[in-house]
């Protein structure tokens, strides 16, 4: 079993930046690949960033790609998504996740999620 526990969200205006953490423990975590999902109300969960086991490899959404930065540190069992130029329909519930691949994370078939922090941004 993995829990995952995320951290960061809050409020901020649009064009600032906030930084998500997400802290891992129990099963060895430098073996998963790792994402970053979010929820806006009314509409599906999404796809934002994963991140392979090494670090080596990223993928970014589309609607998020040089502005949001996925990142990982095995040593310290953490993943980070750093999101810059922030804007309105940014706003969500964003969720940490992790998976065996990284092709599993992207299509959002993960074994572990965690319970999502809130980033709101205001116009």
């Known amino acids: 079993q993995v829990q995952l526990v995320e951290s960061g969200g809050g409020l901020v205006q649009a064009g600032g930046s906030l930084r998500l953490s997400c802290a891992a423990s129990g099963r060895t975590f430098s073996n998963l690949a790792m994402g970053w999902f979010r929820q806006a109300p009314g509409k599906e969960r999404e796809f934002v960033a994963a991140?392979?086991?090494?670090?080596?490899?990223?993928n970014a959404a589309n609607s998020v790609k040089g502005r949001f930065t996925i990142s990982r540190d095995n040593a310290k069992n953490t993943v980070i998504l750093q999101m810059n130029s922030l804007k309105p329909e940014d706003t969500a519930v964003y969720y940490c996740?992790?998976?065996?691949?990284?092709?599993?994370?992207?299509?959002?078939?993960?074994?572990?999620w965690g319970q999502g922090t809130q980033v709101t941004v205001s116009s």
């Open positions: 991140i392979s086991w090494s670090g080596d490899s990223t």
């Open positions: 996740a992790a998976a065996s691949l990284t092709l599993r994370v992207i299509k959002g078939q993960c074994d572990y």
